[in-house]
């Protein structure tokens, strides 16, 4: 697994303590908040934000699977959703996609360990499109099928970084 956190050198063999320590350091604001860890067929799990509002998204080899984990509740305070500013722009997200960063990093844990898609959201929400989400916009990892390893994590203001093997 290779773990890419912004602002930082990649991590080729990622261990669940890296995935830990590096979900951990994540803010909303400076220069780490974001990360993605891949696999060596190229799909990948990702998080923006940091502390208390996380929104965690998959995206698989298959064109066009793309995911982002939803709650079984939506929060009470934002029964409308509510936006995620962070180093790469703006995220809408509806009240029950947020995360606080531990359960961000149970959600790496399990994509580490070899869960497709991860078990402890109650459901992946498809995110490929933005047909039915208003001023939606959506992280876009973009794994790439070719000999070695390659993943992008882009959004709606461009490129936001690159991990290769």
Known sequence: MHLQVEGRSMILRATEEDVLHALASLRRYGSSSYAVLADAAGSCIQVAGGGQTCAVEIKGIAPGYHRRAHKAKRHL??????????GAGVLELFSDEWFTVDEAAT???????????????????????????????RLSVDPVRSPGYSCAATSRTGQIFSAHA
């Open 107 to 137: 959600l790496f844990l399990e994509f580490h360990r070899g869960e497709w898609p991860p078990t402890s959201a109650a459901g992946w929400r498809d995110v490929s499109g933005a047909r039915n989400r208003p001023r939606y916009q």
């Open 77 to 86: 305070s934002y029964p409308h959703g509510t936006r995620l500013a962070f």
